[in-house]
Nanobody, 123 residues
Framework: QVQLVESGGGAVQTGGSLRLSCAASGYSYSTYLMGWFRQAPGKEREGVASLDAYGSVVYKDSVKGRFTISRDNYENTLYLQMNSLKQEDTAMYYC?????????????????WGQGTQVTVSS
């Protein structure tokens, strides 16, 4: 059974940094497309970054240069390093996975989801 567990969220001030982690289990992690998504209150879930099994990456335009997605295939863990955080980055952040898919920010393509970790950025 595929399980994704996020951690690392919290409250920071504008300009601060956070590192999110997603521990994966129950499947061949290295063969899966992994992604980070977020959802703010009253808004639809949106893709932030994804990283496929071949190392291809895609980022949402507004986070390019500030966020970095990476994965450790030995530890079965996905990361999202978030720097220069802005108030508009405030949201619940989710980790997601789907087997053998190319990097995409479309949440409809992902099959497995974690429970989320809250990120709050204040001025």
């Amino acid at each position: 059974q595929v399980q994704l567990v996020e951690s690392g969220g919290g409250a920071v001030q504008t300009g601060g940094s956070l590192r999110l982690s997603c521990a994966a289990s129950g499947y061949s992690y290295s063969t899966y497309l992994m992604g980070w998504f977020r959802q703010a209150p009253g808004k639809e879930r949106e893709g932030v970054a994804s990283l496929d099994a071949y190392g291809s990456v895609v980022y949402k335009d507004s986070v390019k240069g500030r966020f970095t997605i990476s994965r450790d295939n030995y530890e079965n863990t996905l990361y999202l390093q978030m720097n220069s955080l802005k108030q508009e980055d405030t949201a619940m952040y989710y980790c997601a996975a789907v087997r053998w898919f190319s990097a995409t920010l479309d949440p409809a393509q992902f099959v497995y989801w974690g429970q989320g970790t809250q990120v709050t950025v204040s001025s």
